[in-house]
T-cell receptor, first 115, second 116 residues
């Protein structure tokens, strides 16, 4: 079965510092991978997705992620954190062989940005 | 706004009462998904529809839960005889499944249920 592990339930960075949020997946075949962001009391907004094209994926708000098959990872990065980046981030996986295309989510990482 | 719409946004009820949530997906989307999210956790899959057909239900969806999508447009999620453990955010998402499927889901803002 598909699963996603997000290391670190909380990550704290200073404004202007590098953001690195970790995601590892388990899958028998290369999956589709997603990062979503959730602000308080709101739904989820797609940041970026990997769908078997380029391994380095650029998303909105300056975020990017790199698919590394050898490490089964899809870590999210941003060179310089902004106060508005403070939110909860979820990594999710979808099995290309599963016709439901349902997403399996990790438990999330809360990003705190210090002024 | 043509995004996914969910109502009500907040619902407070007493244990044992029935509640119903409504989801209006993006109009051309043929897939509709329901997820549950508890505090500090990621969303958990409950069920999904393709048009009006309910194609999969999670084991999380007990007999007290029922979802419908009668005309392949909006969907309702009803919880009967609510329990305190049902307190959560219920998220709806939609997608368009066609020739090129990337699996991206578009989420609504959720309906938060509090059972007293």
């Amino acid at each position: 079965a598909q699963s996603v592990t997000q290391l670190g339930s909380h990550v704290s960075v200073s404004e202007g510092a590098l953001v690195l949020l970790r995601c590892n997946y388990s899958s028998s075949v290369p999956p589709y991978l997603f990062w979503y962001v959730q602000y308080p009391n709101q739904g989820l907004q797609l940041l970026l997705k990997y769908t078997s094209a380029a391994t380095l994926v650029k998303g909105i708000n300056g975020f990017e992620a790199e698919f590394k098959k050898s490490e089964t990872s899809f870590h999210l990065t941003k060179p310089s954190a902004h106060m508005s980046d403070a939110a909860e981030y979820f990594c999710a996986v979808s099995d290309q062989m599963d016709s439901s295309y349902k997403l399996i989510f990790g438990s999330g990482t809360r990003l705190l940005v210090r002024p | 706004d043509t995004g996914v719409s969910q109502n009500p946004r907040h619902k407070i009820t007493k244990r044992g009462q029935n509640v119903t949530f409504r989801c209006d997906p993006i109009s051309e989307h043929n897939r509709l998904y329901w997820y549950r999210q508890t505090l500090g956790q990621g969303p958990e899959f409950l069920t999904y529809f393709q048009n009006e057909a309910q194609l999969e239900k999670s084991r999380l969806l007990s007999d007290r839960f029922s979802a419908e999508r009668p005309k392949g447009s909006f969907s309702t999620l009803e919880i009967q005889r609510t329990e305190q453990g049902d307190s959560a955010m219920y998220l709806c998402a939609s997608s368009l499944i066609g020739e090129e499927n990337t699996g991206e889901l578009f989420f609504g803002e959720g309906s938060r249920l509090t059972v007293l």
